[in-house]
């Protein structure tokens, strides 16, 4: 089924967009302050990359370095691929993002409200999971390797959190060797609880199997392609304990979609029989939403 490309700009999505932005680039300053910087930790992503290099440079070379140049660099050549794979409003509002954040960082004061590492690494991982999962609700990210989990979501259809998560091991064996193994080990907490965080809240790229049962199948179909624009197959069955004729859909949507499609499928047809199973793996042509 080809999409079709709509050129209009949607007012409320682009506020939506600017205002989810702002308020995740301030929540990831203000975390980096009050948590990442009292707790010593590194998180994901180049955020931590900027994180260790200003450590290095303060520690051995004696030279503070503030923390927006660094990871405006580190995020340049990842932001040009984004422009030209994934598209020029998401880069545009991602790049906002990150120079917000990044300046921000500078210049919010560093107030600690508490000295524990372990609840630091927790609840500074929660926040920060919960600010790039608002970014990404609202179509944009937050930079760094962002862009790469949403490229291969977007153009391959592929959750890679958990191998973003490994990727950062590197960074937090670097900082174990230079700084001790203490920081980098809680740093570890801080990142596993910022990666489920985000799966818990942003479910876009989450899929799952719909099986309805239905006297009325034509409602049911344009259910599910006004909700979600996907198309579904239909299979004759039978009642076994009836032995009276029914039809049964068969469709794959988003989990997110699904909570919406459930509603109107039982308003099409309040007898339907619905299951709901979870889709790992998924070969074919799946219509993606886009989100830039």
């Not at 600690?112 to 609700?137: C, E, K, R, V, W």
């Amino acid at each position: 089924m080809k999409k079709n490309v709509n050129l209009n700009i949607d007012p409320k999505r682009e506020l939506k967009r600017v205002a989810f932005g702002l308020i995740s680039a301030v929540i990831m300053a203000v975390n980096i302050k009050i948590f990442v910087r009292a707790g010593g930790l590194y998180p994901g992503g180049f955020n931590g990359v900027t994180r260790l290099i200003q450590t290095i440079f303060e520690e051995f070379l004696g030279i503070p370095l503030p923390f927006a140049p660094v990871s405006l660099i580190l995020n340049a050549i990842p932001a040009i691929v984004s422009f030209k794979a994934i598209g020029k409003k998401f880069t545009l509002n991602t790049g906002m993002i990150i120079v917000v954040s990044s300046v921000l960082t500078d210049f919010v004061p560093s107030v600690p409200i508490t000295q524990d590492i372990l609840l630091i690494s927790i609840f500074g991982g929660l926040i920060n999971g919960a600010a790039i999962s608002l970014a990404l609700i609202g179509g944009s990210s937050t930079g760094g390797t962002d862009f790469i989990a949403v490229y291969f979501a977007e153009k391959k259809n592929k959750d890679v959190w958990n191998y973003i998560l490994m990727g950062n091991g590197v960074v937090l064996i670097l900082a174990g060797i230079l700084f001790g193994w203490d920081k980098a080990l809680y740093s570890i907490i801080f990142q596993f609880t910022s990666t489920q965080t985000i799966h818990l809240l942003y479910q876009a790229y989450n899929k799952v199997t719909l099986f309805i049962v239905t006297d009325n199948p034509k409602a049911v179909y344009e259910a599910i392609c006004q909700v979600t624009n996907h198309s579904a197959t239909e299979f004759p069955a039978t009642g076994m304990y009836s032995n009276e004729g029914r039809k049964m859909i068969y469709s794959v949507v988003s989990s997110t979609e699904a909570k919406v499609l459930i509603r109107r499928v039982m308003n099409a047809d309040p007898h339907a029989f619905v299951n709901v199973v979870k889709t790992d793996i998924l070969m074919g042509r799946f219509y993606q939403k886009e989100n830039y």
